[in-house]
């Protein structure tokens, strides 16, 4: 926390947490949407599907941002001199 010349880097450490609390949130936003829908009888199922779908995308898409962030701070790693 007091590494001034940032020589260690506390993202790497949080990216799984971040993972867990992400997907928390993709879940409860889903389940709330999908609460929603129901209390509408038109094109119920239909629109479960695409909220499904669209959690299954957000929580790849979160995926894939982490694994970036990832790889570029083990780039840095192994590219230093």
């Given at each position: 926390m007091f590494d001034f010349q940032f020589k260690t880097f506390i993202t790497l450490k949080l990216v799984s947490l971040l993972y867990?609390?992400?997907?928390?949130?993709?879940?409860?936003n889903g389940v709330a949407q999908i609460a929603a829908v129901h209390?509408?009888?038109?094109?119920?199922?239909?629109?479960?599907?695409?909220?499904?779908?669209?959690?299954?995308?957000?929580?790849?898409?979160?995926r894939v941002m982490l694994e970036l962030i990832v790889v570029i701070f083990r780039i840095e790693k192994n590219t230093r001199g």
């Open positions: 867990i609390l992400g997907l928390a949130a993709i879940v409860a209390q509408f009888e038109a094109l119920k199922d239909y629109n479960t599907l695409f909220l499904i779908g669209g959690s299954l995308v957000s929580a790849l898409s979160l």
